[in-house]
């Protein structure tokens, strides 16, 4: 029996949990937390922070391969474990150039990957002679840790963009400036690679956002088969470029005049590909443990027409399980409710998700069924 070791807990490692039991596989967790989701299916949990390198090693002692829930881990301290021969499956040197968003965006860009004109940001006298190109709206990120639309900021005139830079003077934050794309769309890809270079992708969807954090997925997204081979293709270059192996998650801008552009990457599944749990032969979850373990990888298509994925966000600061409005969504046919057994609901965070499956491709019926589905959850 393969034993993987997971840095993180939450519910990216707990939707692991039933992809492990069916391959056989068990999950060993490194997590802060005995709440935390994915201590309910692990084999085991070390209770450290996810940057506890001591807490890796044992992790390590006790695991085949280790894999991560995140990309927000301490290289350096890693790279000692590796060296030892310790196996990190995607390597840490596939990760490197991505945690920080300015060199992730000067990767894509050396690669050829069409992406936003952007800049770091080093001295603040010279932003008003950088940003003349640009014009507002312009986009304001922070180059680490940024998630969930967290350190993400639409900037709309010069005096905000100062305030918010004078407001981060006594912090370390770095930031990047982008152009604002005025999309159409936005997009994203699932895509897997496996120790032996074989890639699968999942169909490219749709994703709706509401102040930049994901609210809603379609697949497959309603685009042209032109557009479908553009997203795969970078998927395909970037995976082969870092020599990746696991899931790995493309975000993408579809422009009103038809172009596809990269908006950011995460080195690892994703929220939107949650709906392959329920609507694809392998989910995202199983091709993650798959592709770590050495294992051949499975059949990414979409076994029905549609599907839409709603997430459960927090609205309001509350112990509650909701159990009352989980009924309700349950009750919607077709309808798969994943709740994730956090203890703690607060506005904005992620507690479930709700993926329905349509055997009909129709972009109004879709539309309609996110619309019930969100009536119900945020009916207060």
């Given at each position: ?5 997971v840095?993180?807990g939450?519910q990216?490692?707990?939707m692991?949990?039933?992809?492990a039991?069916?391959l056989g596989?068990?999950?060993?967790v490194?997590t802060p937390?005995?709440q935390?989701p994915a201590?309910?299916?692990a ?5 450290a922070?996810v940057d506890?390198?001591e807490?890796t090693?044992k992790?390590?002692?006790n695991s085949?391969?280790?894999t ?6 301490d290289?350096e301290a890693?790279?000692?474990l590796?060296?030892q021969?310790?196996?990190f499956?995607?390597?840490?040197e596939?990760?490197?150039?991505l945690?920080?968003?300015y060199?992730?965006?000067c990767y894509l ?6 992406v936003?004109?952007?800049?770091a940001?080093e ?6 002679a ?5 014009g ?8 680490r ?24 003077k006594?912090?370390p934050t770095?930031f990047l400036?982008?152009?604002?794309i ?8 699932i ?5 032996d270079g074989?890639?699968?992708i999942y169909p ?5 956002q509401e ?5 809603r997925v379609i697949?497959?997204a ?8 553009t997203a795969?293709?970078i998927?395909h270059k970037?995976l082969d470029?870092?020599?990746?192996v696991?899931?790995f998650?493309?975000e993408?801008f579809?422009?009103?005049d038809g172009?596809?552009?990269v908006n950011e990457?995460?080195?690892r ?5 949650h709906?392959s749990?329920d609507?694809c032969a392998t ?6 443990l798959?592709?770590v373990c050495?294992?051949p990888?499975g059949?990414p298509?979409l076994?029905g027409?549609?599907a839409i994925?709603?997430?459960?966000l927090g609205?309001?600061t509350?112990?509650s399980?909701?159990?009352s409005?989980?009924?309700?969504l ?7 409710v994943?709740?994730?057994g956090?203890t703690?609901?607060r506005?904005?965070r ?6 329905v499956l349509l ?8 539309a309609?069924i996110?619309?019930t589905v969100e009536?119900?959850w945020y009916?207060?």
């Amino acid at each position: 029996m393969k034993r993987v070791g997971v840095i993180g807990g939450g519910q990216l490692a707990w939707m692991m949990g039933s992809a492990a039991q069916k391959l056989g596989v068990e999950l060993i967790v490194q997590t802060p937390s005995s709440q935390d989701p994915a201590v309910a299916i692990a084999h085991n949990t070390i209770l450290a922070a996810v940057d506890d390198a001591e807490a890796t090693k044992k992790l390590a002692a006790n695991s085949d391969v280790i894999t991560f829930e995140n990309e927000f881990v301490d290289l350096e301290a890693l790279s000692q474990l590796a060296n030892q021969g310790v196996c990190f499956r995607p390597r840490l040197e596939a990760l490197a150039p991505l945690l920080d968003k300015y060199h992730q965006r000067c990767y894509l860009r050396d690669l050829g990957l069409p992406v936003p004109q952007f800049f770091a940001i080093e001295q603040q006298e010279d932003i008003a002679a950088k940003i003349a190109d640009f014009g507002f709206p312009l986009v304001l990120k922070s180059r680490r840790h940024g998630y969930d639309g967290q350190g993400t900021f639409i900037i709309r005139d010069l005096a905000s963009l100062q305030e918010k830079l004078e407001f981060s003077k006594d912090n370390p934050t770095l930031f990047l400036v982008e152009e604002f794309i005025p999309f159409e769309r936005e997009l994203a890809v699932i895509a897997a690679r496996s120790v032996d270079g074989e890639i699968v992708i999942y169909p490219v969807v749709e994703t709706q956002q509401e102040q930049q954090v994901c609210r809603r997925v379609i697949a497959p997204a309603n685009i042209t088969s032109e557009q479908v081979a553009t997203a795969e293709a970078i998927a395909h270059k970037l995976l082969d470029s870092l020599q990746f192996v696991g899931v790995f998650a493309i975000e993408l801008f579809l422009t009103t005049d038809g172009k596809v552009l990269v908006n950011e990457i995460a080195p690892r599944t994703h929220n939107s590909g949650h709906f392959s749990l329920d609507a694809c032969a392998t989910s995202q979850f199983e091709q993650q443990l798959r592709a770590v373990c050495g294992m051949p990888l499975g059949d990414p298509s979409l076994q029905g027409a549609t599907a839409i994925m709603v997430n459960l966000l927090g609205y309001e600061t509350s112990q509650s399980d909701y159990q009352s409005q989980r009924q309700q969504l349950a009750a919607i046919p077709q309808a798969h409710v994943h709740w994730y057994g956090k203890t703690e609901s607060r506005p904005g965070r992620k507690l479930g998700h709700v993926t329905v499956l349509l055997e009909n491709h129709h972009p109004t019926i879709a539309a309609e069924i996110a619309q019930t589905v969100e009536s119900i959850w945020y009916s207060s």
